[in-house]
C-alpha cells in the first residue's frame, strides 16, 4: 500500500529506477511480467512479477502505469493507451522476461 516493497521478494516503488526509466519498458513489465533475482540498493529481491497481458486491456495498463507514475515517480509524464498497443503488438510473440541486474 505504501510502495514500500515486501522485502526479499519485491522491491520498492519509492525512487524506483524502473519507474524513472524508459516508459517503454515499464509497459513491457505489464505485459511480459519478470522473474528474480534482481538486486536494488545492495538488496536481492526474488520475486515473480506476473502477466497481465491476458487479464488488462491496454486502457487499464496505462492507468496501472500512471497511478504508479503519479504516486511514485517525480517524473510527470503519462503513459498512453496507444503506446501500451505499440509494445503490445511487438512483443506479441515474447515470453516472461527473466531477471536482469
Not at 514500500?4 to 521478494?9: A, D, K, L, S, Y
Not at 515499464?26 to 515473480?48: A, Q, V
Not at 502505469?65 to 512483443?91: C, F, G
Amino acid at each position: 500500500m505504501d510502495g514500500g516493497g515486501i522485502p526479499r521478494n519485491c522491491p520498492p516503488f519509492q525512487e524506483s529506477p524502473r519507474l524513472a526509466g524508459p516508459s517503454e519498458e515499464l509497459i513491457r513489465l505489464m505485459l511480459l511480467g519478470k522473474r528474480g533475482p534482481l538486486e536494488r540498493d545492495g538488496k536481492i529481491y526474488n520475486g515473480i512479477m506476473p502477466s497481465w497481458r491476458a487479464d488488462l486491456n491496454d486502457d487499464q495498463i496505462a492507468e496501472v502505469l500512471n497511478y504508479l507514475l503519479t504516486t511514485w515517480s517525480p517524473q510527470s509524464r503519462k503513459i498512453s493507451a496507444e503506446e501500451v498497443a505499440k509494445v503490445r503488438a511487438e512483443t506479441a510473440n515474447a515470453k516472461l522476461l527473466p531477471s536482469a541486474q
